[in-house]
């Protein structure tokens, strides 16, 4: 389902993220998003955007990053189980492609006490919609207007 779906207007803009982190913040564990800078200054929030998966997957080693695995063992035990059984692993998660849509409500720094807002800069991360087929496209850096 989709904001336009739901009534409400489709986002504006989009923001292209790799496939397992794409797949982390959809599916519920991952509430911040790291970036270097803050790309939301001129735009009014909360805001909804597009989630993008790149086409680009790490390394295969990803799956095993220190940060992400320790951060699912201690915080969220259910979904690194879930990711391997029932994704498949995160090499299946769906790439090249608007996979879904999230709200933006706050961009802020580094923040004590929460797994996934290591920054400088974290967008803060709420309400994300899963899109039952995903929309091929081509991502872009940055926040970007799709042509659907």
């Known amino acids: 389902m989709s904001s336009e779906k739901a ?3 489709a986002p504006e803009y989009a923001l292209s993220i790799r496939p397992h982190w794409a797949w982390l ?9 790291n970036r270097t800078k803050n790309l939301f200054r001129n735009i009014p929030l909360p805001t909804r ?5 790149t086409k680009t997957r790490d390394d295969i080693s990803y ?14 035990p259910n979904v690194l189980e879930e990711i391997v ?14 996979v879904g849509e999230i709200t933006v409500t706050d ?18 991360l ?7 087929e995903p929309i091929p496209c081509r991502g872009q850096l940055g926040l970007w207007k799709p042509h659907l």
Do not use: M, S
């Open 7 to 9: 009534g409400k207007p």
């Open 126 to 132: 709420a309400e994300p919609v899963v899109y039952d």
């Open 49 to 53: 955007i597009f989630i993008h998966a």
């Open 25 to 33: 913040i959809l599916h519920g564990p991952k509430h911040g998003e």
């Open 63 to 76: 799956a095993l990053d220190i940060r992400l695995t320790n951060t699912l063992r201690k915080d969220c």
């Open 85 to 98: 059984n029932g994704l498949g692993g995160l090499d299946n998660a769906p790439a090249g492609a608007i």
């Open 107 to 124: 961009v802020h720094g580094r923040k004590e006490g929460c797994p996934w807002c290591w920054g400088p800069v974290v967008y803060q």
